[in-house]
């Protein structure tokens, strides 16, 4: 299956290095519509269909807290390289737009100001070290769900 997902914007994010600020005042700014344009965030069900590897599972983690937040399965594209991740079934909505994961997402920002993050994924069933990390989300014994999380959550 073809996408039109930019590869060299693809590339520059992997690379940990953006070529401007999002949506800054400065003559280097990305409008947030321009940046979106053409990302397969809708695509799971389909890439999976067509046999792009969706088995491993994501988590935004705080290297200073006993916290992670689980962000769904990690989809890969041919060549390995993450495309998106996923929450819930192949059918459900993008991450974006399920409410709780994206208050959840807001919150674990909010509390993890200033705190050194990670976005990373493990195989299925190896994610989790017995750190005493707690993960939110994700439906894995011994967590928080999501809706403990946002509860009271205003931002
Ligand atoms: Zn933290």
Do not use: K
């Amino acid at each position: 299956m073809a996408h039109d997902w930019d590869p060299e914007l693809h590339r520059q994010m992997e690379s940990g290095v953006l070529p401007a600020m999002l949506d800054a005042d400065g003559d280097l700014g990305i409008p947030l519509p321009a940046y979106l344009a053409g990302w397969p965030e809708d695509g799971f069900a389909d890439f999976l269909s067509a046999g792009f590897d969706g088995t491993d599972e994501g988590f935004l983690t705080c290297e200073g807290c006993p916290e992670r937040l689980a962000l769904g399965r990690a989809l890969r594209d041919r060549a390995g390289a993450l495309l998106l991740f996923h929450a819930g079934e192949p059918g459900e909505v993008a991450n974006s737009r399920q409410p709780e994961l994206n208050a959840a997402a807001w919150r674990f920002l909010t509390v993890h100001f200033q705190h050194p993050l990670r976005v990373v994924a493990y195989p299925a069933g190896e994610r989790a070290p017995a750190d005493g990390c707690v993960t939110v989300g994700g439906g894995g014994s011994g967590g928080m769900s999501l809706t403990a999380y946002v509860a009271g959550f205003t931002g």
